[in-house]
């Protein structure tokens, strides 16, 4: 592939919702231009983009691929990025690096929650924004309804660039508004004729209205355009007005094609290369410059600069780092400071991917999208760049993980492998996050889904050999006492010669602060403990609270005062005291009335205003105390309550039923609290069996 200067490259990301048709679109667009010879199916596991072996399992996209296709002169990167909810992370940093964010709807579907959150997310970024209606040649299509559903959503700047001329069943045939010419598909020709009677009108309308757009964009083309007789532009000052118009998302065109039977397909192509902004019209990349805010350009003479966005691990391929110039040219045998880990790189080969395929490039302009293989220290969100320089550009934002579960390995030989391959895929994917709970020897898995939690779950099995169990996560529980109560232990030991004694008296009492475990304070007198054996005391008090009595769970807001005891001359000593100090605590405990406490997350949960009274009555059956309601517009609300932890193991997957995927949440750790009677029973039992299956 050859060389393309800034002003010859597009990169778009393909987003949408699950299933709209996104890999299909991006298949057609490679055969189109010629990078295939025929047309992949997602469902077979034979497109570009659907090369991983999870992928070809499940028959979707489960990760961002890179297609770059040639078209009229033009580079035009494609990031096919996969539509469902679990891979958001893939949709935040795709976006990171794309100039127009090209949202796939389905053409019978209409508008649905990923077309929604598509466009949130890209308008919440600035990113300009284009549609393709896909499938047109279904049944009971009905264009004009989903052209309602968009606008209903974006307002009236969004405008169609083509109208089918007989959608459904044998759809093939537009009307382009440019020309105002049909363009008829068969047998993989086209045939251009005037538009028919029957759509011309729609067809003049939606023409005036992109002239006028387009020429409100700059002075003289508004001047040309209002107050000439003709009243019309030449080609060039339209597509410059039009190019100008979309990179301010001032126009939103919309496309329609049919990828699999490649209608109008070229068209779109011909858009992207006329209309859509290059990296040049796109906004300056901010950075942050010995601590001062700067910007880089996307311009050839500036110092090197690069964005890493993603990476790709691969037990055979090795290490991908894919990345964005920002400005400067990049060659093979530069050095670069990867200023984010205060590390040099050196660079060995540039290469652009064609989905798993890698081909070497001799350089790269500002604007371009390639990948860097074995970098030692680079992840995600660096920024690498001239050694001289001192530049970060800001990380990637990715969402709060919010599903989890325990994970262990079903051959108990296989830790150390099952920590490799967790890091690996987390090097992939930033919204893996992985924890080893030290008090419940437990690794804990977060991520955004069941089903992402399950993908995991089959990339450690097919890319690294690793069978998994995902188990229920166990709760950090605490345990603490609500009265005073005063024990007496007594440790006596003979079975010949010198033996053990040792007797404690401690008063256990509250503190009512949970963020210490444990005061321990000496009052003995008159020399009843000697001062030598109390330091053992405490000791053995401090290794006891790590086991309540009631489920085996660390004791916290805990005061332990030794007032008086007993010893023996010859007989006594640290260990006698340090075994005193363990009955004490049993009974001492067991009598102060011992509560369990529960781990309290502040959660913050957006919400459609439809769905506020089913998701505030789901929060009171999890025994959350709602703390307010907020309006944040665009007909949502955040409900903002405190939850026990143990309630919110599933919340991911049951707020996306009751919303329909419209809600989302973040939550944070508050605090502990009492757990109820009825709860705290259940608890113990659960603990106690878990004890047992140990045994």
């Known amino acids: 592939m050859k060389t393309y200067k800034t002003k010859d490259i597009r990169n778009i990301a393909l987003l949408g919702h699950g299933g709209s048709g996104k890999t299909l679109l991006a298949e057609a667009m490679a055969l189109k231009a010629g990078l295939i010879e025929r047309l992949g199916k997602t469902e077979d596991g034979t497109t570009i983009s659907d090369y991983d072996a999870c992928e070809q399992a499940k028959s979707s996209s489960i990760s961002t691929s890179l297609i770059p296709i040639e078209h009229g002169g033009v580079k035009i990167n494609v990031l096919d990025i996969p539509g469902y909810f679990d891979y958001i992370g893939e949709q935040c940093s795709a976006l990171r690096v794309a100039d127009t964010a090209v949202i796939v709807v389905d053409a019978i579907s209409g508008v649905q929650v990923g077309t929604e959150k598509a466009y949130e997310m890209a308008v ?403 020399g009843a403990v000697p001062r030598n054996f109390i330091p053992a005391v405490e000791k053995g008090l401090r290794e006891c609270i790590k086991h309540g009595v009631l489920a085996g769970y660390p004791v916290v807001g805990l005061k332990a005062t030794l007032f008086d005891g007993k010893f023996h001359p010859v007989d006594s000593d640290e260990m006698s005291f340090k075994m005193a100090a363990n009955l004490a605590y049993k009974q001492g405990m067991a009598e102060a009335n011992p509560i369990l406490l529960e781990p309290i997350y502040k959660v913050e949960i957006t919400i459609p205003d439809d769905n506020t009274g089913d998701v505030m009555g789901d929060l009171n059956k999890k025994r959350g105390r709602v703390l307010g309601m907020d309006p944040v517009g665009n007909g949502k609300t955040m409900v903002t309550a405190e939850v026990p932890l143990g309630e919110m193991f599933k919340y991911a997957t049951e707020l996306r039923s009751m919303t329909q995927a419209r809600g989302s949440f973040t939550m944070e750790f508050e605090r502990y609290d009492e757990v109820p009677q009825m709860a705290s029973q259940k608890i113990i039992d659960e603990a106690n069996a878990r004890k047992e299956a140990k045994k």
Not at 179 to 191: C, M, P, Q, S
Not at 249 to 269: M, R, T, W
Not at 482 to 501: D, I, L, P, V, Y
């Open 124 to 526: 919440e970024r600035g990113i300009p924004v284009a549609f393709v209606i896909n499938k047109l040649d279904r049944e009971n299509v009905d264009t004009h309804k989903v052209m309602e559903e968009l606008r209903a959503m974006t307002g009236p700047k969004i405008v169609p660039f083509q109208i089918p001329i007989n959608e459904g069943v044998g759809f093939n045939s537009v009307a382009d508004i440019f020309d105002n010419k049909a363009y008829t598909y068969e047998h993989g020709k086209v045939t251009i004729t005037d538009v028919p009677d029957s759509t011309i009108e729609k067809s003049s309308k939606y023409k005036d209205i992109i002239f006028e757009i387009a020429a409100t964009t700059d002075e003289e083309l508004m001047e040309k355009y209002f107050e000439d007789e003709d009243g019309t532009l030449t080609e060039a000052e339209l597509h410059s007005g039009v190019k100008t118009a979309i990179a301010n998302e001032e126009l939103i065109p919309v496309f329609c094609v049919s990828a699999l039977n490649d209608i109008a397909v070229d068209k779109f192509l011909d858009a992207i290369v006329y209309n859509f902004p290059t990296p040049i019209e796109a906004k300056a990349a901010k950075v942050d410059q010995d601590g001062k805010q700067a910007q880089r350009h996307y311009a050839d003479d500036e110092p090197l600069s690069l964005f890493v966005f993603k990476t790709i691990a691969d037990p055979f391929v090795g290490k991908l780092s894919l990345f964005k110039i920002k400005s400067g040219i990049l060659k093979p045998g530069m050095e670069l400071n990867n200023t984010n880990q205060d590390k040099k790189e050196k660079i060995a080969k540039i290469y652009t991917l064609i989905g798993k395929k890698q081909e070497e490039v001799m350089q790269m302009h500002p604007g371009d999208i390639g990948a860097l293989a074995k970098l030692a220290y680079t992840k995600t969100s660096d920024t690498l760049c001239d050694p001289k320089d001192n530049i970060k550009f800001n990380p990637i934002e990715f969402p709060q993980s919010i599903i989890f579960t325990g994970i262990e390995p079903k051959s108990r030989g296989d830790e150390d492998k099952l920590s490799t391959g967790l890091a690996k895929l987390k090097e992939e994917d930033p919204t893996i996050v992985v924890e080893r709970d030290e008090e419940t020897h437990q690794n804990v898995l977060y991520g955004m889904g069941e089903t992402h939690l399950e993908v995991v779950k089959d990339k450690l099995k097919n890319k690294y050999g690793i069978e998994v169990v995902l188990t229920p996560p166990i709760i950090p529980y605490r345990e603490t006492i609500k009265k005073k109560a005063t024990a007496e232990g007594k440790h006596k030991k003979q079975s010949g010669g010198r033996g053990q004694f040792g007797v404690v008296n401690i008063d256990f009492e509250p503190t009512y602060n949970l963020e210490d475990d444990l005061v321990f304070v000496d009052a003995v007198v008159g």
